[in-house]
């Protein structure tokens, strides 16, 4: 298996357009977990779903995000319109038991 | 609620030296525990877990860790460092459950000096 695949692995946007990140999970994992990464706040979880659920979406950060998962191999991460302070690694990860496995994460850079 | 702290978020060790990375948690159910490497600019990937089997678990690359209830800890150790050791490693606590979300503490980073 590939593991789980993110794109674009870097986006450089302007502030105010939209930015859709994309996750493909391991086949066969019913959980999908979307994570911000920033030196000043750390790891944050944004949002997980279950068998393409969202079952937690409070970390999601304000209306301008939003997540969807329309099939078990598909996920995608929407902010619109974007900010500079959204400039963060975002990563995804998928788990099946007790262990969840990350993406190489989608830099985003908003100006 | 489930929370992770890591003490330290720079520890640097010479390289031969003992690697002590701190992690105490917090659960209101009994938790599951991983540890995560992340090297730059790559993603997180998995050292160890613990899922309530064996206390002192083994992880890669040499790293090891043990849960201790009493004191709510779950620290990481490797007896002789590595150059290729040095990175950032996160503590994360599941509320259980075999889909659990994962909550990560901020981070500890390595450094290795020869």
Known sequence: DAGVIQSPRHEVTEMGQEVTLRCKPISGHNSLFWYRQTMMRGLELLI?????????????PEDRFSAKMPNASFSTLKIQPSEPRDSAVYFCASSSTHQAFFGQGTRLTVV | AQSVTQLGSHVSVSEGALVLLRCNYSSSVPPYL???????????????????AATLVKGINGFE?????????FHLTKPSAH?????????AVSGGGSQGNLIFGKGTKLSVKP
């Open chain 1, 48 to 60: 997980y779903f279950n068998n393409n659920v969202p079952i937690d979406d409070s970390g999601m």
């Open chain 2, 65 to 73: 860790a043990e849960f201790k209830k009493s004191e709510t800890s």
């Open chain 2, 34 to 52: 991983f540890w995560y490497v992340q090297y730059p600019n790559q993603g997180l990937q998995l050292l160890l877990k613990y899922t309530s």
């Open chain 2, 83 to 91: 150059m290729s050791d040095a990175a950032e490693y996160f503590c």
